[in-house]
């Protein structure tokens, strides 16, 4: 493949990503990379400079593709949700559900998420990149809405509201196989993901003194 075809560099992202997923980033060489995109070794430099530089651009490619627009960004697209009390609550809720919706699809690849948790659970020597770089960004308008709703909030707060959601989407994601055997070996179907939702999104209204919207009562 020609190295500057204008699509070689989604495929190194994700050939990258998918192996980088499997065995973490030390494990992974360039070589694999290229073999299995089907791509020139000359290619990860040409488009990336380095591993460790198409590994952030890897990540930043799963976060900001996914379709989960984020509390602040789905504010900015339907202003109209701001103006009442009623409307934030609704946007909360719709956050919630778009985004654990999106990440327990079973029709979207799994590495997507599996490179996250690898992230999490242990980190690569890329990360300071991925704290200024991704996670920051990711939690700064959540964040600063946060604090709009809650004058005098400190950031501290604001971001353990706003990591409410995440943190129960990591946990539910690093634990799916045990709870599912827990539960007799049931899936965590749909019915499962309405309740977490359901759950998760009550907690977030309540702790910013919104109204309860009807279907979470």
Known sequence: MDIGAPNTKTVLLLAAGELFADHGFDAV??????????VNLGGIHYHFGSKEALYVAAFKYVCENEERPGL???LNTQPELEKTPEGRAKAILMTCRNFLDDLFDPSKPDWKSRLIL??????????????????????AE???????LKPGASYDEA??????LKTQAIFYLMA??????MRGNKPLDQDFLDS???????????????????ELR
């Open 72 to 74: 602040a960004k789905l």
């Open 118 to 139: 690898r992230e999490i659970s242990t980190p690569s020597s890329a990360l300071p990149i991925l704290v200024r770089e991704v996670f920051t960004r990711d939690f």
């Open 196 to 214: 977490l939702i359901r759950t998760v999104a009550k907690s977030m209204i309540m702790l910013v003194d919104l109204p309860v919207p009807e």
């Open 176 to 181: 799916k196989t045990p709870l599912e055997m």
């Open 142 to 148: 959540d964040i600063e809405l946060y604090q709009r």
């Open 29 to 38: 060489s360039t070589r694999m990379i290229a073999d299995k995109a089907k």
């Open 159 to 164: 971001m353990i509201w706003q990591g409410m």
